[in-house]
């Protein structure tokens, strides 16, 4: 079984930065691509970013120039530094990763979330 964690939500104003964390542990023999997604209350999930194992990234348009994701493999973790909040980027923040449990098959896990309030 795997388990995914996300930390590091909160309530900040508008300008300024949060870094939100997520784990993978569990029975993982490789980790593949990790991704961010987020959902503003009453609306769809949104695609913010995505990390290929090998360090290669790709990023929403709307938070292009302003949050970075990155991971650390050794820990199974992949962060995302979110700077210039807006009040537009409160939503419940979710950890996707894609998990290699038994080769060569692929799972995608998500975590429960973790809330980021941005005030004007």
């Known amino acids: 079984q795997v388990q995914v964690a996300e930390s590091g939500g909160g309530l900040v104003q508008a300008g300024g930065s949060l870094r939100l964390s997520c784990a993978a542990s569990?029975?993982?023999?490789?980790?593949?691509?990790m991704s961010w997604y987020r959902q503003p209350t009453g609306k769809q999930r949104e695609w913010v970013a995505t990390?290929?194992?090998?360090?290669?990234?790709a990023y929403g348009d709307s938070v292009l120039g302003r949050f970075t994701i990155s991971r650390d493999n050794a820990k199974n973790t992949v962060y995302l530094q979110m700077n210039s909040l807006k009040p537009e980027d409160t939503a419940v923040y979710y950890c996707?990763?894609?998990?290699?449990?038994?080769?060569?098959?692929?799972?995608?896990?998500w975590g429960q979330g973790t809330q980021v309030t941005v005030s004007s």
């Open positions: 569990g029975s993982i023999v490789r980790l593949s691509d």
């Open positions: 990390i290929t194992s090998a360090g290669r990234s």
């Open positions: 996707n990763a894609a998990v290699v449990e038994v080769a060569p098959y692929e799972y995608d896990y």
